[in-house]
């Protein structure tokens, strides 16, 4: 059974949330604090997750969350609190659905365990300065979807996981892992080294994503909005591709963009 609030967690809440809302609104910093439905369930649901505390609010969702915790052997961790706790906890606005979850990060598996994961007909996406994290949250929700294993970026120029790209990624985060790099140029020599074609999404190229996928391992780069690849990473790339699109907008947002590329891919390559 969960645990009823009390005035003990409360303080302990209180305490936690003087700690977390110093970036309240902004979330700068990698969080422990995940919310929303699907992203705490999955969370929940992954035995790799260290998961210490999860608030629940609502009636309703306390039974679903009873049952998935069940499953790892972790109703100990549930504590029923009011809705207001759980704003007090998290960056001002957050969008929680009275739910939130403690949990330590996943650990980053590196390059080299992530092109073993992804074996001979993987899929792996690789993020240049890709920095909004909604965004980002986005493109890991469009890669688990795909059967991509592994979002790969730089370890700067690139947000942190904090709970809103936890949210926008909607349980992605447990099934594709997250890899952070120095050098982007490097890795994409390590992956072709490893067999990857490595295709760099490029509005201004005349050869379609469709035509410059191939079989075998692949890899999709995509760049900043606006920006787009940086030269060396764009040289970098085995080929570059477009989304044919009309010209009544600019371009595609870029999670929007990885999402049709990576369909396409997944089309394409199985043929």
């Keep these: 059974m969960a645990r009823k609030?009390?005035?003990?967690?409360?303080?302990?809440?209180?305490?936690?949330?003087?700690?977390?809302?110093?970036?309240?609104?902004?979330?700068?910093?990698?969080s422990p604090w995940l919310y929303g439905i699907h992203s705490v369930l999955a969370a929940l649901s992954n035995p790799d997750r260290m998961c210490e505390r999860l608030l629940v609010a609502d009636d309703d969702l306390a039974e679903i969350v009873h049952a998935t915790a069940a499953q790892m052997e972790r109703t100990?961790?549930?504590?029923?609190?009011?809705?207001?706790?759980?704003a007090e906890i998290l960056p001002f606005g957050a969008v929680h659905q009275q739910i939130a979850l403690y949990a330590r990060p996943l650990e980053d598996p590196g390059l080299d365990a992530a092109i073993d994961k992804a074996g001979p007909n993987g899929r792996?996406?690789?993020?240049?300065?890709?920095?909004?994290?909604?965004?980002?949250g986005a493109i890991i929700r469009s890669a688990a979807a795909?059967?991509?294993?592994?979002?790969?970026m730089q370890d700067r120029h690139a947000p942190p996981v904090t709970g809103v790209l936890a949210k926008a990624a909607s349980g992605g985060l447990e099934a594709v892992d997250m890899v952070r790099?120095?050098?982007?140029?490097?890795?994409l020599?390590?992956?072709?080294?490893?067999?990857?074609?490595?295709?760099?999404?490029?509005?201004t190229s005349d050869q379609t994503i469709a035509t410059a996928t191939v079989d075998g391992p692949t890899a999709l780069i995509l760049g900043a909005e606006?920006?787009?690849?940086?030269?060396?990473?764009?040289?970098?790339?085995?080929t570059l591709?477009?989304?044919?699109?009309?010209?009544?907008?600019?371009?595609?947002?870029v999670s929007n963009a990885a999402a049709v590329a990576l369909y396409e891919i997944c089309r394409t390559g199985s043929n």
């Design 189 to 203: 020599d390590q992956l072709k080294r490893n067999n990857f074609w490595c295709i760099g999404l490029d509005g």
């Design 226 to 238: 606006g920006s787009g690849l940086r030269r060396l990473v764009r040289e970098s790339c085995d």
């Design 5 to 30: 609030h009390n005035s003990k967690s409360r303080r302990r809440a209180r305490g936690d949330a003087r700690a977390q809302r110093a970036n309240a609104g902004t979330e700068r910093a990698p």
């Design 146 to 152: 795909f059967g991509v294993t592994a979002v790969v």
């Design 124 to 136: 792996l996406v690789v993020l240049d300065q890709v920095t909004d994290p909604h965004n980002v």
């Design 181 to 187: 790099e120095t050098n982007l140029s490097r890795s």
């Design 76 to 86: 100990a961790l549930i504590e029923r609190v009011g809705t207001e706790d759980i």
């Design 241 to 253: 591709a477009s989304i044919p699109q009309t010209s009544s907008v600019e371009s595609l947002n």
